[in-house]
């Protein structure tokens, strides 16, 4: 699903509260962390990682990596924090994938 501008802005005002459940370290990201990130989406929909500062990784790399791997919309790249977007696929979860899909 691409995003169109209204919508990642929206995204945008509405993970700025949020903050980084995930944080991305020396190790690397990996298959671990990709579950792990795919199934925090699928519960949340929208989440923020961190990566810190004795990674080697580096931020858009990362983000290409987990947009192709987990199937997700990277929503924002600020400097060394990711904020990613998910539809989830169970209704009981989609709270602002139906307020995207109005804009």
């Given at each position: 699903m691409e995003l169109r501008g209204k919508q990642k802005r929206f995204l945008r005002s509405k993970a700025h509260h949020l903050q980084p459940i995930f944080?991305?370290?020396k190790n690397g990201i990996n298959d671990a962390v990709l579950i792990q990130i795919a199934e925090a989406l699928e519960k949340r929909e929208l989440i923020k990682i961190n990566l810190l500062q004795n990674t080697d990784e580096i931020?858009?790399?990362v983000a290409q990596v987990i947009e192709?791997?987990?199937h997700c919309d990277v929503v924002q790249v600020i400097g060394r924090v990711l904020v990613l977007?998910?539809?989830s696929s169970k209704e009981k979860y989609q709270r602002i994938s139906k307020e995207v899909k109005a804009i």
């Open positions: 944080q991305i370290g931020a858009d790399d192709k791997s987990v977007y998910k539809p």
